[in-house]
């Protein structure tokens, strides 16, 4: 389980939208906070049904 803490204090498990969507050479996860609207994208790469978070 993925855990996503906002800088305005939202912990909420359920107070975030999360989506992925396809690019050229990776996916891109994107993250919604319900509380403050704040939006943060990672980009993530695929190997074989494995999802790796990317700096």
Request: aromatic letters at 6%; proline letters at 2%; charged letters at 25%.
């Amino acid at each position: 389980m993925i855990r996503f803490i906002c800088d305005c204090g939202n912990q909420d498990p359920n107070g975030f939208d999360s989506y992925v969507s396809q690019r050229d050479l990776c996916d891109e996860l994107t993250i919604v906070c319900k509380n403050c609207g704040d939006i943060r994208t990672e980009l993530v790469a695929c190997d074989r049904g494995t999802i790796s978070l990317k700096n």
